[in-house]
């Protein structure tokens, strides 16, 4: 049987809620220990606090850094109620036992988050609370510890119903919230700290964590956990939506629309309106055009089939000819920068539509990509090299013509987000032959040709999409077929890394069918 609370540290950054629940603490007849803007914020609502310093009889020293170091506040924390030990140091140095800790720390995340300078961010690293959150979760046998806000009720809930007593498995289950938080808060600190001294990956440690957003009904299947979790650096890409209306986001939804925003950030809203769609985190139709309805059906026309079910990610605000449009099709998400009221109602009636909302500056960060694999994390920088970063060199007798060019441009931009193996065609700002996640290059080039004819749907008459197109690699051609499989296609011009053994052979390939070519010395393998 757990101990009855008597006395309670409360330390908080948060203010959340804090007058309220300690009130009901202090209704209980719990005496209140606490520090600096905390006591003052309790006093303020007319509660009676004990000064920290009055318990270790000294003062707070130091602008604050040192003042709950002590051993009258750890040893009132740590020691073990049972323990005839523990029992005579507490009453040789006059040690009091504190059965509640609750503290929540210092704002490090959102100070870093909003570009402090190198000391307003120092001085945000919160010491004492750690050490007295880790203290207390260590000694959860005896003592209950609060690190959110949100866990306020329910405990004094329980005190109000046990004789201020907690049971074991709440302070098991606070405990290791109160870990998983020092653990965050540790890594949102090496994180930043890593980024500012240049190091890279090149730390020694690698440590990652966050806060969770969302607990998802289940994983990629049923039978799968999954939660959507916050890295330390500030919400952007899929963590920086606003969902409006439609059922709750699947893990499948999330993943999918990364993937959406992912190549969306390649366009500039300012000068083009682009459309991208995603099905199982491949895109199945991008697009450019003067507006977002011309850019979406032109998106659409490269994979009509693919896209039943799919992700729609726009970079300009959702209008009513648009909204009318998507209407037409199954969809499960919509993600846009901005929606008026009017466009809001129309969508409104499609009531399982998840409809986002994206900060239009919250593009995907730098960061870092990481994966689980048997035993450890992978981990890498993330692919941020743009287009607009790369020296292109033409390789062929050849020269791309200022059209295709630009389609080249525009189809690297794409493959760069297709799964490897991944081969784009593209004309006139425009996917029309995707293929992707092949185990041979040459494979994705003609699933790209087959899925581009099959939009064709009943028009077999029609010229192939393709016949015209400009045709972007991933990676470098490793032999001359899969060059050639685009150049019977009807491609016309070729934009791929280079740099295989073969480079030659397949020129000579692109010299004699007529292909201009270029090389971006980048490759964009995705896995």
């Given at each position: ?389 790369i020296e292109l060199r033409t390789v062929t007798k050849r020269e791309p013509s200022p059209s295709e060019l630009k389609d080249l441009l525009f189809a690297f931009q794409v493959a760069k ?111």
């Amino acid at each position: 049987m757990s101990h009855p609370i008597r006395r309670a540290l409360i330390s908080v950054s948060d203010k959340t809620g804090l007058v309220e629940f300690a009130r009901g603490l202090a209704d209980q007849g719990i005496e209140i220990i606490s520090t600096g803007g905390t006591a003052k914020a309790l006093g303020a609502g007319g509660i009676a606090v004990t000064d920290v310093s009055s318990v270790t009889g000294f003062p707070e020293i130091m602008d604050g850094r040192v003042k709950t170091l002590h051993p009258k506040i750890h040893g009132g924390l740590l020691g073990v109620l049972d323990d005839p030990g523990h029992e005579k140091a507490r009453s040789e140095h006059k040690i009091s036992p504190i059965g509640l800790l609750v503290v929540n720390l210092y704002p490090f995340e959102k100070t870093v988050a909003g570009n402090p300078d190198w000391d307003e961010a120092i001085e945000n690293i919160d010491v004492g609370g750690p050490a007295m959150i880790r203290a207390a979760a260590k000694n959860h046998g005896d003592v209950t510890v609060i690190v959110d806000p949100g866990d306020y009720e329910s405990v004094l809930a329980e005190l109000k119903a046990n004789d201020m007593r907690t049971d074991v498995a709440i302070r098991r289950r606070l405990a290791a919230k109160a870990f998983a938080r020092t653990a965050a808060y540790d890594s949102a600190i090496s994180q930043w700290l890593v980024s500012e001294a240049g190091l890279g990956l090149a730390a020694g440690y690698f440590t990652t964590g966050g806060a969770v957003l969302q607990s998802l009904r289940y994983g990629e299947n049923p039978h799968q956990e999954a939660i959507l979790v916050a890295t330390p650096g500030g919400r952007h890409g899929i963590t920086a939506v606003r969902q409006l209306q439609g059922k709750e986001l699947s893990y499948n939804n999330i993943n999918d629309t990364d993937a959406a925003l992912e190549c969306l950030a390649e366009f500039d809203a300012e000068t083009e309106a682009a459309c991208v769609i995603v099905k199982h985190a491949n895109p199945c139709g991008v697009a450019i055009g003067a507006s977002p309805i011309e850019a979406y059906r032109r998106a659409l026309a490269c994979d009509p089939v693919s896209a039943f079910g799919g992700i729609i990610a726009f970079n300009r605000e959702l209008d009513g000819p648009t909204a009318a449009e998507i209407a037409k099709l199954f969809t499960e998400v919509i993600v846009v920068p901005a929606v008026n009221d009017e466009v809001f109602e129309q969508i409104a009636s499609k009531k399982n539509l998840r409809l986002l909302v994206l900060d239009r500056e919250s593009k995907p960060g730098n960061g870092l990509s990481v994966k689980s694999v048997g035993g450890g994390l992978l981990v890498q920088t993330r692919d941020t090299v743009s287009i607009h970063d790369i020296e292109l060199r033409t390789v062929t007798k050849r020269e791309p013509s200022p059209s295709e060019l630009k389609d080249l441009l525009f189809a690297f931009q794409v493959a760069k987000h297709v799964k490897s193996n991944a081969i784009v065609y593209a004309k006139n700002g425009a996917t029309v032959g995707i293929g992707a996640g092949q185990m041979s290059r040459v494979d994705s080039s003609r699933i790209a040709v087959a899925k581009a004819a099959d939009s064709l749907g009943d028009n077999n008459s029609q010229t192939s999409p393709v016949v015209g197109s400009v045709v972007a690699s991933d990676a470098f051609f490793p032999f001359a077929d899969g060059l050639l499989a685009a150049a019977n296609a009807g491609a016309t011009a070729v934009i791929q890394p280079g740099g295989s053994m073969r480079d030659d052979e397949v020129i000579k390939a692109a010299d004699d069918a007529g292909l201009a070519m270029v090389f971006t010395g980048v490759r964009h393998f995705r896995h």
